[in-house]
């Protein structure tokens, strides 16, 4: 459900309700459509830990297998559902200066079943954890934000072991991608179904993936990706890192601006923009830097416009990717 203004009960069940019937005909039984509505009225009703028979007790059955039966044995298409809620996301919040958002959140899992699991990176932890991750991408306008795709990342723990993706029921052609190439996917899905976007926002898993800024650019599009403190920089006086650039520039260069509401009020940093000389993509290209006010902590971010854009427009673009860190907590 889209994250955005508040609405009355009566309205979001209507949204709700003419939502199954826009993706009803995916689901070819009564029986499973129905289920479908039961399901996801559990999801939406905070049960706090939702699972299978946490979910069937919401709807009052007694035990989970019907839920079970939806989730592996039903016949329905996810990519179809998909298309279908993505559609409906871009019409409800759909407006100019949309920003596509990627970013990746892991689970934590016990054992070595589940599909993709490995100890791997989780920001969910904040350190390498056993866990299964996903990379997500949302649509973010000023009416909202809502999420438009999902691909689970297989780490090639799995990808090199056909048995063990057999017995997990992993497609049999299914092969390694890197995150930014799951990206480039999701993103490439999108704006071929004609999600129009002005912007796209990720951090520096996907920033600091060159293939990624070059397809973007050359499909016109404006980013404000983050990159590491030590990502090598391309200017006028030579290639730094990033970190070594903004240390050097002088007072003058920088330029209060908010980044919009957080939980305390009003986010304010100190921004400043310098240019690049990415000679071989077209457009404009900075290098974006955020300096905390109060600690000095930096943070950096490669940007792109097709034409030349103010400070604040990037500024904005950069806050988008916070918006979906308030959607993992709402899918909680």
């Known amino acids: 459900m889209a994250a955005g203004h508040s609405i009355d009960s009566d309205r979001l069940l209507g949204e709700f309700e003419g939502l199954l019937d826009r993706i009803g005909g995916r689901f070819s039984r009564v029986e499973t459509r129905r289920r479908v509505r039961s399901f996801l009225l559990g999801l939406m009703a905070g049960l706090g830990r939702a699972n299978c028979w946490t979910l069937a007790e919401q709807a009052g059955e007694?035990?989970?297998?019907?839920?079970q039966r939806l989730l592996a044995r039903a016949v329905w298409d996810a990519d179809e559902v998909r298309d279908d809620l993505r559609s409906y996301v871009v019409e409800r919040l759909g407006t100019g200066g949309a920003v596509?958002?990627?970013?990746?959140?892991?689970?934590?899992?016990?054992?070595s079943h589940t599909v993709g699991v490995q100890r791997q990176y989780t920001g969910t932890a904040g350190r390498i954890e056993n866990a299964q991750v996903a990379v997500y991408l949302a649509y973010a306008t000023d009416r909202g934000h809502a999420f438009i795709d999902r691909a689970l990342y297989l780490p090639r723990s799995w990808t090199e072991d056909r048995d063990r993706c057999a017995a997990a029921g992993v497609p049999e052609q299914t092969g390694f991608a890197t995150k930014p190439a799951l990206a480039r996917q999701m993103l490439t899905r999108a704006l071929d179904a004609d999600v129009t976007a002005t912007w796209i926002a990720a951090?520096?898993?996907?920033?600091?993936?060159?293939?990624?800024r070059?397809?973007?650019?050359?499909r016109g599009l404006?980013?404000?990706?983050?990159?590491?403190?030590?990502?090598?920089i391309v200017t006028g006086i030579g290639t730094r890192k990033a970190v070594e650039l903004a240390v050097?520039?002088?007072?003058?260069?920088?330029q209060q601006v908010c980044a919009g509401a957080g939980s305390k009020g009003h986010r304010y940093y100190d921004w400043a923009l310098l240019d690049t000389t990415d000679t071989d993509l077209p457009g404009r290209h900075w290098l974006l830097v955020r300096r905390n006010q109060t600690t000095g902590e930096y943070a950096f971010y490669r940007?792109?416009?097709?034409?030349?854009?103010?400070?604040a427009a990037l500024?904005?673009?950069?806050?988008?990717?916070?918006?979906?860190e308030i959607g993992y907590t709402q899918c909680i």
Do not use: F, I
């Open 248 to 254: 050097r520039l002088p007072d003058r260069a920088w």
């Open 315 to 324: 500024v904005q673009v950069a806050a988008r990717r916070w918006h979906v």
């Open 214 to 218: 070059k397809e973007l650019a050359h």
């Open 303 to 311: 940007a792109h416009a097709p034409s030349p854009v103010p400070l």
């Open 203 to 212: 951090d520096e898993v996907y920033g600091n993936d060159p293939a990624l």
């Open 62 to 67: 007694a035990n989970p297998h019907g839920m």
């Open 100 to 111: 596509l958002v990627v970013d990746e959140t892991g689970d934590l899992k016990k054992g």
């Open 222 to 232: 404006g980013y404000v990706l983050a990159v590491a403190k030590d990502h090598r």
